[in-house]
């Protein structure tokens, strides 16, 4: 009888392991294939606020669209140098890019206004500057090289001056100074004014330019001096901010028009979702780099901005940029900073 039971008691195991092998497994429906597949590229480390940001809203884009758009993220130069990424952005190579308004400002030259020398004086003024009316008139100049901006633009800050050879105290002390600036006559003219040398490179080259002593100096936000390891070839760091600085999120006209209505509206929503998360990211990222730079034995120093600002004024450049820009656009920048001239 023992027997008897046994074996009926295997036989509905293995009827039951049979079925349960037999029995399809129930998962969550995948995304589609993606209908688009588009590539965002910029110049920054993987571990920046601007591409942690972007992994995680790509990945937002991508639910929301139900897989139709696909964004792949390149940072730190893998696809090219500034220029070059933005040459391939024209033409279609890539589908979105990030640029400064300084160095975009070879294509629009208005792009650069936002990098004028001590015009904002806090992030109040940059932001009720660039989410307003000068962002727009900006933007609509974007417009009409083929290419799309979103409407919040991404914060890299105010930027400082670092050297290798003896701390920036004084206007004087950059006189003569070999300083690596951003690719933009703006940036030329600002530090030209000042009696400096400076020489427009390439982000990507500037590690070595600043090791190799091609130059001994360059400017940027805190946060990019920590995060790109500047430290490991320079001393000081002189707190100038002499210009705040900041990221066009920038697409090319025919890949964007391309996306389908709904695509589309759900990419600029998440984009500019982006820009404001990256913003506040960047507010922590600024304030924390310093106690890290000071670690790794960068030596800081304060200024006093107004002496800097009052040699802009007396060499002519507010004059001379004024009449570059425009009446108008210039006087759209000071309704928001100030009297500059």
């Not at 003024?125 to 660039?130: D, E, K, L, R, S």
């Not at 105010?158 to 050879?165: C, G, L």
């Not at 001994?216 to 000081?236: A, H, R």
Request: charged share 20%; net charge positive.
């Amino acid at each position: 009888m023992r027997s008897v039971t046994s074996r009926r008691a295997f036989n509905k195991g293995l009827f039951l392991a049979g079925a349960a092998f037999a029995a399809p497994a129930v998962y969550p429906r995948p995304l589609r294939a993606a209908e688009f597949s588009y590539k965002y590229a910029n110049n920054s480390p993987a571990s920046w606020p601007m591409n942690t940001r972007a992994v995680e809203y790509a990945e937002k884009i991508k639910q929301e669209t139900n897989g139709r758009l696909e964004i792949k993220v390149f940072p730190n130069n893998q696809l090219g140098g500034d220029t070059d990424m933005l040459s391939q952005l024209r033409s279609g190579g890539i589908e979105f890019f990030t640029l400064s308004g300084v160095i975009l400002s070879t294509l629009v030259p208005v792009a650069s206004i936002s990098g004028v020398g001590f015009a904002f004086k806090d992030y109040g003024q940059v932001w009720g500057a660039m989410d307003g009316e000068l962002g727009d008139l900006v933007r609509s100049q974007i417009a009409k090289v083929g290419l799309v901006a979103m409407d919040k633009m991404l914060d890299n800050g105010y930027r400082h001056i670092t050297t290798s050879t003896a701390p920036v105290r004084t206007p004087a002390d950059v006189k003569g100074l070999k300083i690596r600036v951003q690719i933009s006559p703006l940036s030329m003219s600002v530090f030209k004014s000042f009696g400096a040398a400076p020489t427009g490179i390439n982000w990507s080259e500037v590690y070595s330019s600043l090791q190799t002593k091609i130059v001994d100096g360059q400017e940027n936000p805190l946060s990019i001096i920590e995060s790109s390891k500047i430290y490991e070839v320079q001393k000081y760091c002189s707190l100038t901010g002499h210009v705040w600085d900041g990221f066009h999120f920038l697409a090319n006209k025919r890949h964007w028009e391309a996306l389908p209505q709904d695509v589309r509206e759900i990419a600029r929503t998440n984009l500019n979702a982006m820009a404001m998360a990256q913003r506040a990211d960047m507010v922590v990222a600024n304030a924390a780099a310093r106690a890290t730079l000071e670690r790794n034995g960068l030596v800081f120093n304060t200024v006093d901005q107004d002496a800097f600002r009052a040699v802009l004024r007396q060499s002519g450049f507010y004059s001379e940029w004024q009449d570059r820009y425009g009446k108008q656009a210039w006087a759209t920048l000071e309704r928001n900073s100030g009297g500059l001239g």
